[in-house]
């Protein structure tokens, strides 16, 4: 066994290559045919590394895709110019991508892959001049075999990418926003996504790995081929073996069937992950090899019971999120995704919907080892446009092309617990819409039956009559509480998924008085009231939800809409510029929480208190004035004291308002300047915890608070820094609007800045931002060199912030 490892791995190092092109790129926007030549001058462009998003940097300008449209789903009647409606930015046009390849060790025997994660958008990739290929679809992941277009020496990679106006309903990005990848192998090789990991059977004893691995050869030609695959546990040790030889019947596919001892069950809250590593020999040459990580865990969707991982039974507690990563753009970061993930995670959360595309295999792999289960999805339209230049113009030629690669990419990837085929497709109404559904079912049934498939429904009495709804695994309705009931007893299979839920809007920070509840409420600043008790058209309150997946078991849980704001559709001002980003999200733009996060918190974090009182209580002039204030906990009971008054005891309880079952509200509360305290009391009446919060007195100093103090000396790592503008006493100033600066130094520079305000117009890529209710995050980036980083933070009047971070070498260096 020993040898046997040590042999495969020693071969590893010449017989596999995956080399990210992250560096020397050349940039240039523009129609430019002649770019794809490799004798065009690119000297004067910008060099630009990848992951690259070429729109972020702005300027914002509400003519950018500006769309005079009137959107169907949101029950709009006539049409109207929406400014903001993907964000504002100048992702609109063609733009080229330029580099030197020099693929190593190329010559005779070997293989040159190039896989895309995911270009934005209308592909067009050229080697040498000459085309390798197209891909349209800008979320999808594509690859192509480049060696016939390969010199031995230097080569030209080209990339010509097009954005068409009016093609999205939020900011889609623009450019190589995703990692590419050049893989070098023998030209005997395990080709991209090659592998199909299953486990069709496990018991406490024992877990069944099934692995069917594919071979790509020379002409396609059979070879005399075998196949040692070795699964190890997180900790390396080998749990199980075999060697499989590939017979002329096999055709271009080994399977192998592997037994696993007490296997550890993946789940979100024990992670655990094995991985198989395949060495392919012909004769005795090592050739390639191959790992596949996947985890062992089990699942059911079954009438009458719902979801059960495991043999439990639960329901998703999940976030819809958009790809874009706020003042990042599009451009992918593993360490942004993690802290949106840590944050989710902290929340309660164990369930991501992909709203409404294939996702970057950084947040597959991240779900899968921090433990989040994810609906991946894939299409926001099919034949009949929402928008006027989206996916509909490639649905025909190029939708099982895209579901095929979606599938293969991530179907041994365990956070992966179901596909979805759609959102909102009006062919949900068109004849036929669901005979379109029951064919995109089938290709995702064909390329993994092991996963159900669903899709989020709006138009319910459409989708139920025509079978579309019917057809699904999973029957999945957006924003439908209150109908669960009626189309679960139409619907033939037993159970209901939330696919997105709520849509309530709030802004971090902003409480508007009179508190009522109300529907596309708008105010003269475009913000939203942060007593989550504002909604759209066609949306809810969390707690109306909240009601039903807790009366009703046939609910199998939620996807609310959206964890994270998002570039794009700031409803409820849609068409009033400046606003630009949403208002939907649980946390901000600039990954804050707002108010919202304690309450799903309260309801979805089992493990941990929460406590927590709106709103602030710094409201000069609101002295002797009715200022309502919740409590987000999950204590049963509270009581809430004004500068040590009692204001009394509430209790949640069910009553005509789903909200008194969920929060703690005081309605009749007058102002005035001290500190408001709640005490919190659990079923037995014994007190469990106090929160206070107090009213600020002048800005005095800004305090900075880090996510980690200890970054990777990578070049991507990040460190997402808060700064607050506090009193003397370190209260928050919550209305604080200073102007703040950025100075970075040392071993990282200064990446990018949000505040999370929709309005804010403020380019995310300049050093300075003025402050949104007190706070904005600053975002610092390390370098590949390990050392100190500086930071400080500076405004008028203000005793300035610093703050000292760490990078250290990454492991392997
Ligand atoms: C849904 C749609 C989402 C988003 C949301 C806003 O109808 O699926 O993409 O637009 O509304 O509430």
Redesign the pocket.
């Known amino acids: 066994m020993a040898l046997f490892c040590l042999h495969s791995l020693a071969g590893a190092a010449q017989s596999r290559q995956d080399i990210l092109l992250t560096n020397d790129w050349k940039f240039s926007k523009g129609e430019m045919p002649e770019a794809a030549r490799p004798g065009f001058d690119d000297a004067k462009w910008p060099t630009v590394s990848v992951p690259h998003d070429w729109a972020i940097s702005g300027p914002f300008d509400g003519n950018n895709d500006l769309q005079k449209v009137k959107i169907e789903?949101?029950n709009e009647q006539a049409a109207t110019q929406k400014s903001g409606r993907t964000g504002g930015l100048p992702f609109i046009g063609t733009g080229w991508y330029r580099r030197k390849l020099v693929v190593p060790e190329f010559g005779p025997g070997k293989r040159v892959v190039l896989l895309f994660d995911g270009a934005m958008s209308d592909a067009h990739i050229y080697i040498n001049g000459q085309e390798a290929g197209s891909w349209p679809y800008g979320y999808n992941s594509f690859s192509f075999d480049i060696t016939r277009l390969l010199q031995p020496s230097d080569n030209l990679l080209a990339v010509r990418l097009r954005n068409q106006s009016e093609a999205s309903?939020?900011y889609p990005g623009a450019g190589l926003y995703r990692n590419v990848h050049l893989i070098v192998t023998d030209d005997v090789q395990v080709p991209v996504w090659g592998s199909y990991v299953t486990t069709p059977e496990i018991t406490p004893e024992f877990a069944r790995v099934k692995l069917r691995t594919k071979v790509a050869t020379p002409g396609n030609s059979f070879q005399n081929l075998r196949l040692e695959t070795e699964i190890r546990d997180a900790s390396g040790k080998v749990m199980a073996t075999t060697s499989t030889t590939l017979l002329p019947t096999d055709g271009q596919e080994f399977e192998q069937n592997l037994v696993v001892p007490t296997p550890q069950l993946w789940s979100p809250e024990t992670p655990v992950l094995y991985t198989a590593t395949s060495s392919l020999f012909a004769g005795s040459q090592l050739k390639d090899e191959y790992r596949t990580r996947f985890g062992i865990r089990s699942f059911k969707f079954e009438a009458g019971k719902g979801f059960s991982l495991n043999g439990k039974t639960r329901k998703f507690k999940g976030v819809?999120n958009h790809h874009d990563l706020g003042p990042l753009g599009a451009a992918i970061n593993t360490a942004a995704l993690r802290r949106q993930l840590t944050l989710l995670k902290d929340m309660g959360c164990d369930a991501i919907r992909t709203?409404?595309n294939m996702p970057a295999p950084e947040l597959v792999e991240l779900c899968d080892e921090m433990g989040f289960m994810l609906m991946v999805e894939s299409f926001?339209e099919w034949k009949t446009p929402k928008v006027k230049n989206g996916y509909s113009q490639y649905f025909d030629q190029w939708a099982e092309k895209d579901l095929v690669n979606m599938v293969h990419h991530y179907r041994n990837n365990p956070s992966v617990i179901m596909w979805s085929i759609g959102?909102?497709v009006p062919d949900q109404s068109t004849p036929g819409g669901g005979k379109i559904a029951r064919r995109l079912q089938d290709i995702v049934h064909r390329e993994d039956p092991t996963r159900p498939v669903t899709a989020?429904m709006?138009r319910i009495d459409a989708a139920i009559n025509n079978n579309f709804a019917s057809v699904l695994d999973i029957a999945g309705f957006?924003?439908k509480p209150a109908q669960y009931e009626k189309a679960n007893d139409k619907l033939p299979q037993g159970f209901i998924l939330g696919t997105?839920t709520a849509?309530t809007v709030s802004s971090r920070g902003e409480y508007q008085f009179p508190v009522v509840q109300a529907k596309q409420k708008q105010y003269p600043n475009n913000q939203s009231s942060s007593y989550d008790l504002e909604y759209?058209s066609?949306?809810q309150i969390p707690d109306e939800e909240f009601v039903k997946q807790d009366d009703l078991d046939f609910v199998i849980g939620e996807f609310v809409?959206t964890g994270f704001d998002y570039l794009g559709?700031p409803?409820p001002y849609d068409e009033k510029w400046p606003s630009h980003s949403s208002y939907?999200g649980i946390l901000d733009l600039a990954g804050l929480p707002k108010d919202r996060f304690y309450l799903y918190r309260a309801k979805w974090n089992t493990a941990a208190p929460t406590l927590h009182l709106l709103p602030h209580w710094t409201w000069p002039g609101r002295e002797g004035q009715t200022t309502p204030v919740y409590c987000y906990t999950n204590a049963p009971s509270a009581e809430l004291f004004v500068n040590g008054k009692s204001q009394g005891r509430q209790t949640k309880a069910p009553s005509d308002q789903p909200q008194s079952r969920y929060r703690l509200m005081w309605n009749d509360v007058k102002y005035q300047p001290g500190s408001i305290k709640v005490v919190a009391y659990d079923a037995q009446g014994k007190a469990m915890g106090e929160e206070t919060v107090r009213t600020a007195g002048k800005p005095h100093h800004i305090k900075l608070v880090a996510d980690h103090a200890t970054l990777a000396a990578d070049g991507q790592d990040l460190a997402y820094v808060t700064a607050r503008v506090e009193d003397a006493n370190g209260t928050l100033c919550p209305e604080a609007t200073q102007q703040l600066q950025i100075a970075v130094s040392g071993a990282g520079r200064f990446r990018a800045v949000a505040n999370g305000d929709a309005t804010s117009l403020e380019p995310f890529q300049q050093p300075r931002m003025h402050a949104f209710h007190g706070q904005l995050v600053a975002i610092v980036q390390a370098s590949d060199k390990a050392g100190d980083i500086k930071l400080a933070v500076s405004g008028k009047g203000l005793k300035a912030g610093n703050l000292s971070l760490k990078t250290t070498a990454p492991a392997g260096k």
């Open positions: 789903q949101n309903r939020w819809c709203s409404h926001d959102n909102e989020g709006d957006n924003y997105e849509s759209c066609w949306s809409w559709e409803t939907f």
